[in-house]
């Protein structure tokens, strides 16, 4: 069973820039899709980006421009680079593989805080 581990979140003043990694234990990215939700407090969870195996992209409005997702297979990790950070960014940030949401495996969560 694949597991994924996030890591790089953290405290970063606005205007501040992450990345995120998301390390599997098989490769799974080259053949799932995968990506990371966010949920702040009091929130629903909301897909931010998604990468699917071929390298197509999809995101979130609200972190067009400022994020990117992004791969690389022989690490079996997905990558979300984070520029200009907003304190809105403030959450839990979590990886997934697989494109359908009832099958999906989850990461643990990395929190993410925004904030001067």
């Known amino acids: 069973q694949v597991q994924l581990v996030e890591s790089g979140g953290g405290l970063v003043q606005p205007g501040g820039s992450l990345r995120l990694s998301c390390a599997a234990s098989i490769n799974i990215f080259s053949i799932k899709a995968g990506g990371w939700y966010r949920q702040a407090p009091g929130k629903e969870r909301e897909l931010v980006a998604a990468i699917a195996p071929g390298g197509s992209t999809n995101y979130a409005d609200s972190v067009k421009g400022r994020f990117t997702i992004s791969r690389d297979n022989a690490k079996n990790t997905v990558y979300l680079q984070m520029d200009s950070l907003k304190p809105e960014d403030t959450a839990v940030y979590y990886c997934?593989?697989?494109?359908?949401?009832?099958?999906?495996?989850w990461g643990q969560g990395t929190q993410v805080t925004v904030s001067s």
């Open positions: 997934y593989a697989g494109a359908i949401p009832s099958s999906r495996t």
